[in-house]
Antibody
Framework: QVTLRESGPALVKPTQTLTLTCTVS??????????VSWIRQPPGKALEWLAL???????YYSTSLKTRLTISKDPSKNRVVLTMANMDPVDTATYYC????????????WGQGTLVTVSS | QSALTQPASVSGSPGLSITISCTGT?????????VSWYQQHPGKAPKLVIF???NRPSGVSNRFSGSKSGNTASLAISGLQTEDEADYYC?????????FGGGTKLTVL
């Protein structure tokens, strides 16, 4: 059974760096073809893809946010970590991690999401 | 990369059919057969209902179908049921990045 679970702070201050963790089970982050993405959704707004890490550890980033994002993983702990620098109130959103197909990048399993609010 | 264009809302009566469009450009939807669709109920995570334009994941009702013509992909839902009322998002892989549509709210009247 594939599951993903996001964890991290519910509240961060402007200019701080956000660190989110996605803990997965039911598949291995080291297995060829296994990728994990981060996707966010501001309240009442659309989904926005942020980043993907593949089985080799290569990261891919949203064009508009790549200077602020870093994605990494620790396969031994079944964890994928996303950091986003210089947080702003417009970054307030629910952040999801999702298992991602390696060929065509569809998201077949999603975590429940974690709401992050940016406020002083 | 710009978001894909979806109608803000569509509606239909139980038992009938609806179609949701997802319009991109020749650089994304028009080039790649890598469009996927997601259903999202309020307060829930999205759920994959169509991948690679027209493929249904195991467990998704065959009332859901997908297609593509030129720069526009479409999601069709037949035999509308009240539980189909949700937000629907399209997504397209564009070679190293992914973009989503703005989402469509489906109301089952």
């Amino acid at each position: 059974q594939v599951t993903l679970r996001e964890s991290g702070p519910a509240l961060v201050k402007p200019t701080q760096t956000l660190t989110l963790t996605c803990t997965v089970s039911g598949f291995s982050l080291s297995t060829r073809g296994m990728c994990v993405s981060w996707i966010r959704q501001p309240p009442g707004k659309a989904l926005e893809w942020l980043a993907l890490i593949d089985w080799d550890g290569d990261g891919y980033y949203s064009t508009s946010l790549k200077t602020r994002l870093t994605i990494s993983k620790d396969p031994s702990k079944n964890r994928v970590v996303l950091t986003m620098a210089n947080m702003d109130p417009v970054d307030t959103a629910t952040y999801y991690c999702a298992r991602t197909d390696s060929s065509t990048w569809y998201f077949d399993y999603w975590g429940q999401g974690t709401l992050v609010t940016v406020s002083s | 990369q710009s978001a894909l264009t979806q109608p803000a809302s569509v509606s239909g009566s139980p038992g009938l059919s609806i179609t949701i469009s997802c319009t991109g450009t020749s650089s994304d939807v028009g080039t790649y057969n890598y469009v996927s669709w997601y259903q999202q109920h309020p307060g829930k995570a999205p759920k994959l209902v169509i991948f690679d334009v027209s493929n249904r994941p195991s467990g998704v009702s065959n009332r859901f179908s997908g297609s593509k013509s030129g720069n526009t992909a479409s999601l069709a839902i037949s035999g509308l049921q009240t539980e189909d009322e949700a937000d629907y998002y399209c997504s397209s892989y564009i070679g190293g990045i992914t973009v989503f549509g703005g989402g469509t709210k489906l109301t089952v009247l």
